[in-house]
């Protein structure tokens, strides 16, 4: 297997490259040059296999001739091992034909650690291989930090630093980060915002000399290895509920559209997936575009669900891709013009297509509540606010297509003890951590703060990685 840019100008790569680039040299991301297939019958026999066995096979046509012999299944043996609960992303029905997906079982509580301790893992046997080190370096506005940091932790291969606003990241977020205790991780409390320390991560991967020095590397949604991980979820799911027999659908709260772009990988393999529930919140870019077919960027407003409070939606950019018959150069000028004009307007040629699959749905923090509140005097059951967008929406498709028996799962993306502000103000229940993290309020904290000042971090990383002691 083979992957290529979505803009058309950057190499081909094997799946250890794609895996090692992240973004692709050309600003493109990677997408495989062709959609393996997994037959009826081969989804069939996956019927009531075990979740890694499954994902296993899934990925297996992905990796290709990488990761041979038992590497693979290793790889997702150790990462699947971490998470709290037997079948790693089960299903719980709520109402009839429609189900719930369990997917924060894993140890930050949120759907990032799906993929994220999968490429942890992908990372240290790749990098072991080939007898290479890596410096993951992020910024984080909450999630993805302890994501990333509980992927890479005690990896040998790599060290890890994660800069987040000082004071600016709720007390459980941090927490989350800082009392990680191993000797490759690093948090870094900058003495600025969000974006400050994204432009700080910028500025480093930028600084070509700086950047082959450390062997740096970024662990961003738009990984291809992300995406991967995520297809096994609707693979399962799908099956689970009939599939190849039965058609089923899945919503999907939304915000850099990798998570839902899985689902299209998926239905791009063959598995009989109807339609694709998009949820967003009030930074609705994605509800506009599938409701019209343009986009047009406006201002990033914060919501109760932190997680997708995003205008422009990076994996969007490898559903794009598709529409512009695949064509990169086309791509490439279209997604040039967005950035100069903040506008884009999809092609009619595939939209009919897109049009039939995706159905997108918005809520404000208001309705985030009240569906929050919905689902619990219904059913018992506390919902985080992102997880609450995608029932809402699910509920919303369900009413719209009102002759559809085709079952629906909506994927629950975080534990609701990770918004305990929200489930609180929408239930009167404050959720408890659960109790493997309840030491998290006492534990030690091992942060380093730093000003708003790219040499002194540089300096800082320099200082810390294990990269130079080593070569
Ligand atoms: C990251 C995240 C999302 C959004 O997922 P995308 O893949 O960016 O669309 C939704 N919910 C939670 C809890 C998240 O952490």
């Given amino acids: 297997m083979r992957y290529i840019s979505t803009r058309g100008q950057a190499p081909r790569l094997g799946f250890e490259e794609a895996l090692l680039t992240g973004l692709a040299r050309d600003g493109g991301l990677y997408v495989p040059e062709t959609w393996p297939q997994l037959g009826k019958a081969a989804q069939a026999r996956l019927a009531g296999q075990p979740y890694g066995a499954v994902a296993a096979q899934v990925m297996r046509p992905f990796v290709g001739r990488s990761l041979a012999g038992k590497a693979l299944q290793g790889a997702i043996a150790e990462a699947y091992g971490t998470f709290r609960h037997q079948a790693v992303a089960p299903l ?20 990032k650690d799906v993929a994220l301790q999968l490429l942890g893992q992908l990372y240290d046997r790749v990098l072991k291989a080939r007898g290479e080190r890596i410096t993951v370096i992020g910024a984080t506005s909450g999630d993805t930090g302890s994501a990333a940091l509980e992927a890479c932790r005690d990896r040998a291969a790599i060290d890890i630093f994660i800069l987040h606003p000082k004071g600016r990241v709720s007390e459980v977020q941090r927490r989350q980060m ?4 191993a000797a490759n991780v690093h948090n870094i409390a900058i003495d600025g915002s969000f974006d400050d320390c994204q432009d700080l991560v910028k500025a480093m991967f930028n600084d070509q000399a700086f950047r082959d020095r450390v062997n740096m590397a970024a662990v961003n949604s738009i990984n291809w290895a992300r995406v991967l991980a995520q297809v096994v979820y609707y693979v399962t799911g799908a099956i689970a509920l009939g599939a190849p027999h039965r058609a089923v659908s899945f919503a999907v709260p939304s915000g850099n559209f990798g998570n839902v772009y899985a689902g299209y990988a998926a239905k791009s393999m063959g598995l009989p997936i109807e339609r694709l529930i998009v949820g967003s919140n ?49 791509l490439a000028a279209a997604m040039q013009e967005f950035r100069r004009s903040g506008h884009f307007t999809a092609p009619q040629r595939h939209w009919g297509r897109v049009a039939k699959t995706f ?18 005097r219904r059913t018992g059951m506390l919902v985080d606010p992102h997880s609450a967008i995608g029932l809402a929406a699910a509920l919303d498709a369900r009413r719209s297509a009102a002759k559809s028996a085709t ?15 929200a489930v609180e103000q929408a239930t009167g229940i404050r959720p408890a951590l659960p109790s493997h993290l309840a030491h998290l309020m006492s534990a030690r904290e091992r942060l380093t703060d730093l000003p708003n000042d790219l040499a002194r971090v540089q300096d800082f990383v320099l200082a810390n990685t294990r990269l130079g002691h080593n070569r």
């Fill in 92 to 111: 719980v029905q709520i109402d009839e034909g429609l189900w719930l997906m369990e997917l924060f079982h894993g140890p930050t509580l949120a759907f």
């Fill in 282 to 330: 009030r930074n609705d870019i994605l509800t506009r575009f599938f409701s019209s077919g343009a986009m047009k960027i406006t201002r990033v407003t914060p919501s109760l669900s932190p997680s997708m409070d995003i205008q422009v939606s990076s994996n969007l950019e490898r559903l794009l891709f598709d529409l512009f018959d695949r064509k990169g150069e086309k």
């Fill in 407 to 421: 079952p629906i799962i909506s994927l629950a993306t975080a534990h609701p003890a990770k918004f305990p502000d």
């Fill in 359 to 376: 159905h997108a749905h918005r809520l404000d923090d208001r309705q985030t509540l009240a569906a929050m509140r919905d689902v619990h």
């Fill in 178 to 181: 800082t009392t990680i205790d």
